[in-house]
C-alpha cells in the first residue's frame, strides 16, 4: 500500500494519456493546444507497465485523463489493457464529450465504467464562449450514449463570477430526471491564466449553504472516491457535488496521485516539478517502479499551496487532466 508520512493512503491514480485537446476552455486551454516540440506520449506497453505497478501497491481506481484522452486512436485498446489490471475495481475516464456519442458503447464494452464529463453550461451560446466550440449537442448527444451504455455518469462544471443562480438552477432542473452526478468545481490558478483566476475565482460555499437549505443531503465517500463532497434529493434523479480546493483541510484526505503522459509522477497536481519515470516504465520494470514509488511518496507534502497563489508547475490543467 502506497502511504506517506501522514498516513494517507493512495487508492486513486489519475493517468494522463495525452496534453492535447481540441477545445478551447477559458479557465485552461483559451488559445488552443500549443505543445512544445513533439512530445512522446506514453504507449499503450508502458500504460500497462503504470497501471500493474500501481495496482500491486494498492490502487483501486484509474482515471483516464488529457488532455482529451478520446483524441488517442488506440484509446478502446488502452481502456481494455487497463481493465484487465488485477486489482482495479473502477476504471473511469474525464473527457469534454465531443467524441462520446460514437465511443461511449466501444468503451464500455472494453471495460470502462465510468466517464466525467466537462459542461460548463446547457446554454448553447454560452457553452460556445467557454469552450470555444459549438458543440453542445455532440456533448450532450455522448452523455446520453453513455447512459445507453451502461455507464455511470458524471459531468463537471467550474464555478466562476459568471456562473448566475439561474445557470445553476437550470443544471438542477436538468437533474430532476437525469441520473447522473454534476460536480460544481471551484476555478483553480494555474500558471498561465493566472488574470483570469483574479476575475472569475468565486468560492462554492455559497452553494453548498443553498443546497442543505434546500434539502440536499451529504452523501458519504468511499475510500477511493475523488475529493467531491455529494450530495443527494429524494426528488432528484441526479446527485450534486461540490470541490473546493481552496477550503481549509481539503489536502487532509487525499488519496490521489497523478502520472503525465509523459511519463512523470506528479505527488499533487500543484507541485513545483514532476519527477520522471519515464525509463523504468518503458523498461517495463513494474517492481523497480514500485520500489521507486514507495520511496517517492515520502516526498509529498502536506497540503498544496493555492493560498498563497502557487501554483507549481501546472501551466494548464490540460498538463494533467485537473
Not at 506514453?42 to 507497465?49: F, K, M, P, V
Not at 466550440?133 to 455518469?153: E, I, P, S, T
Not at 471551484?186 to 437549505?213: C, D, I, P, Y
Request: hydrophobic content about 40%; charged content about 20%.
Amino acid at each position: 500500500m502506497l502511504q506517506d508520512l501522514l498516513g494517507r493512503r493512495f487508492y486513486y491514480l489519475r493517468l494522463s494519456l495525452t496534453e492535447a485537446c481540441n477545445f478551447r476552455c477559458q479557465y485552461c486551454l483559451p488559445d488552443g493546444y500549443q505543445p512544445e516540440g513533439k512530445p512522446q506520449f506514453l504507449s499503450l506497453d508502458e500504460i500497462s507497465t503504470v497501471a500493474q505497478a500501481f495496482a500491486g501497491l494498492g490502487t483501486q481506481k484509474i482515471r483516464l485523463t488529457g488532455g482529451e484522452p478520446t483524441l488517442r486512436k488506440d484509446i478502446v485498446d488502452i481502456t481494455s489493457v487497463c481493465a484487465e489490471v488485477e486489482g482495479i475495481s473502477l476504471l473511469t475516464m474525464t473527457t469534454h464529450g465531443g467524441r462520446l456519442a460514437k465511443l461511449a458503447k466501444p468503451l464500455a464494452q472494453a471495460g470502462l465504467q465510468q466517464v466525467n464529463v466537462s459542461i460548463d453550461s446547457l446554454d448553447p451560446r454560452q457553452f460556445h464562449a467557454i469552450t470555444g466550440q459549438n458543440k453542445l449537442g455532440h456533448v450532450l448527444a455522448g452523455l446520453d450514449a453513455a447512459l445507453d451504455a451502461g455507464l455511470l455518469v458524471k459531468t463537471n462544471a467550474v464555478l466562476m463570477n459568471s456562473t448566475t443562480q439561474s445557470t445553476i438552477n437550470q443544471f438542477l432542473q436538468w437533474l430532476k430526471d437525469k441520473p447522473i452526478t454534476l460536480r460544481f468545481i471551484e476555478l483553480m490558478q494555474t500558471g498561465e491564466q493566472g488574470h483570469f483566476f483574479v476575475n472569475q475565482h468565486v468560492r462554492a460555499h455559497s452553494v453548498k449553504n443553498w443546497l442543505l437549505e434546500t434539502g440536499w443531503q451529504p452523501i458519504k465517500r468511499e475510500i477511493h472516491a475523488g475529493p467531491a463532497q455529494e450530495f443527494m434529493h429524494e426528488d432528484y434523479a441526479g446527485k450534486v457535488g461540490l470541490i473546493t480546493p481552496y477550503a481549509n483541510g481539503f489536502c487532509d484526505t487525499c488519496n490521489r496521485l497523478r502520472v503525465s503522459a509523459t511519463g512523470k509522477l506528479h505527488l499533487c497536481l500543484f507541485s513545483e516539478s514532476g519527477i520522471d519515470l519515464r525509463g523504468l516504465i518503458k523498461e517495463g520494470d513494474v517492481a523497480g517502479l514500485q520500489a521507486k514509488l514507495k520511496m517517492l511518496i515520502s516526498k509529498k507534502a502536506p497540503a498544496h499551496l493555492l493560498h498563497e497563489g502557487k501554483s507549481g508547475a501546472t501551466k494548464n490543467l490540460a498538463m494533467l487532466g485537473g
